[in-house]
């Protein structure tokens, strides 16, 4: 059944996949975004480019902070379902820039779950973290898990936000709403500033990669259409009347050393990897590594791109973008 689904964070990198991905099952859409300067607001654009062709998309640029604008965006549209992409991301900017980072993923979440609520929208489905998770001892990472040790203050307003959207479901008895932990996304249009777009840009041009520690951290990779696919299932599991808030955590399940990404990288570019060693990071994590048993058997996930296979594809789209010019990432 086609569906009326408002996206912020639209034009981002998952945010824009999420919305092909909605058009394409024949969903009515309505994307917010900002366009702020994080990163070159002209790749968010081009992100959107093919669903700005669709009549059935269309583009609010807005900030979640903005009541009023955010109000405004939802009434053109009257939406079954948000989907809230929108977060100022980063581990280590957010070291940098706490309140603001507070103030856009907690207040902006606050004044989106307000909105909807207040026009009796009944369903919602909330991007997290895994970095909520901290340096968990436990692994694989369990929804179940505490999470109240966060290592960073994007971390810290990630589980904010979580908590914001169990406040919500507890006040509004016909709200729904499901948050997804998201591990280490990856894919085309990945933003220029994480480690394996900004990796490739490197070892491309023969600079030499930046490696915090001794390359054993590992992470959780997850291709993107696997994430979208997670979020589909999301969708569909906030028509269930029994949902209040419900968390799941949406990775490939599998991990991978950053020398062993490097490793892949370099054989997707057929070029060796020049290594500037230096010392770990504040508000690094040391692994990452999902449970996602829960998503398996109630969101109908299934994880079907493994790095080995990502990681070509992601250079595949690296190289058909950059032999066209920065400004044509999309």
């Not at 053109?76 to 309140?99: F, K, L, N």
């Not at 936000?161 to 990856?186: D, H, K, N, W």
């Not at 109630?298 to 789209?317: E, M």
Request: glycine share 8%.
């Amino acid at each position: 059944m086609a569906e009326r689904v408002l996206v912020t964070g639209a034009a981002g990198f998952i945010g824009s996949h999420l919305v092909d991905a909605l058009l394409a099952r024949g969903d009515r859409v309505l994307g917010v975004d900002n366009f702020d300067d994080f990163y070159d607001p002209a790749i968010k654009r081009a992100n959107i480019a093919a669903a700005r062709c669709s009549s059935a998309f269309t583009m609010a640029e807005a900030d979640v902070r903005d009541p009023a604008a955010l109000g405004a965006a939802m009434d053109t549209i009257e939406p079954d379902v948000v989907v809230h992409m929108a977060a100022r991301a980063g581990v280590r900017p957010s070291i940098a820039a706490p309140a603001l980072y507070a103030d856009v993923n907690v207040r902006g979440t606050a004044a989106l779950l307000d909105a909807a609520r207040a026009r009796g929208i009944s369903r919602a489905v909330v991007a997290s973290s895994s970095s909520v998770y901290g340096n968990a001892s436990r692994v694989p990472f369990s929804e179940d898990d505490a999470a109240i040790s966060p290592v960073s203050p994007y971390a810290a307003t990630k589980r904010a936000a979580e908590l914001l959207c169990e406040t919500f479901a507890g006040l509004e008895p016909r709200l729904r709403i499901v948050s997804l932990r998201f591990f280490t996304v990856y894919g085309p249009r990945q933003r220029p500033d994480l480690a394996i777009h900004k990796f490739a840009a490197l070892i491309s041009s023969g600079r030499p990669i930046p490696v915090y520690g001794d390359g054993s951290s590992s992470r959780d990779y997850t291709y993107v259409t696997d994430t979208v696919q997670g979020v589909l299932g999301a969708i569909e599991r906030t028509r269930d009347p029994e949902v209040r808030h419900e968390v799941y955590n949406l990775g490939e399940s599998q991990t991978t050393t950053l020398s062993e990404l490097i490793a892949l990288l370099e054989d997707a570019l057929g070029r060796k990897a020049m290594i500037d060693r230096l010392p770990p990071q504040a508000g690094d994590v040391s692994c990452t590594f999902a449970d996602i048993s829960r998503a398996r058997d109630t969101l109908g996930y299934a994880p079907a791109v493994p790095i080995r296979d990502g990681i070509p594809r992601f250079v595949a789209w690296f190289r058909d973008t950059a032999g066209r010019g920065a400004a044509a990432l999309r």
